[in-house]
C-alpha cells in the first residue's frame, strides 16, 4: 500500500523507489487518490499524470473490514482519520505501508515500510 507521500515521489521521478517497486504489484486508498487530485493548485497537466499513473494501480475502496480496522487503529494510535484509512487498508490487505510519514511509521498494528525521502 503506497502513501499519499510515496505516490508523489514517484511522480518526482524518485527512480530508486521506482526501481524498488518495479514488477510489485501496487495499492493505494481511495483517500490517496483523492488527496492527490484535489491538491488546489494542480494543473491540469498534472492531474492528466496523475490520473495516468493511478490507471497502473489498484484503489481500494472503503468497504466493512478496512472501516472495522480504521476504527481499532484510532482507538488505538489516536492518528489523523486520512491516515488511520490508508493505515487500516493495509492491513485489511496485509501488506505492508510504505510511507515516509515518520508518525505513521510509529503506528502500532501496521506493517510499515518506512522510506526516507
Known amino acids: 500500500m503506497l502513501d499519499t507521500n510515496i505516490v508523489l515521489s514517484l511522480l518526482n521521478s524518485d527512480t530508486t523507489l521506482s526501481e524498488f517497486l518495479f514488477n510489485k504489484d501496487l495499492y493505494i486508498s481511495f483517500i490517496s487518490e483523492l488527496e492527490l487530485l484535489s491538491y488546489k493548485k494542480i494543473t491540469i497537466k498534472e492531474q492528466k499524470e496523475i490520473k495516468s499513473f493511478l490507471k497502473e494501480l489498484v484503489v481500494l475502496n472503503l468497504n466493512e473490514g478496512v472501516k472495522q ?11 489523523k482519520l486520512p491516515d488511520a484509512i490508508i493505515a487500516a487498508s493495509a492491513t485489511w490487505l496485509n501488506i505492508p505501508l510504505i510511507t515516509a510519514d515518520k508518525q505513521l511509521s510509529k503506528v502500532k498494528g501496521v506493517k510499515i515500510i518506512h522510506y526516507s525521502i
Not at 69 to 79: E, M
Open 69 to 79: 480496522n480504521t476504527i481499532k487503529l484510532r482507538k488505538i494510535n489516536g492518528i
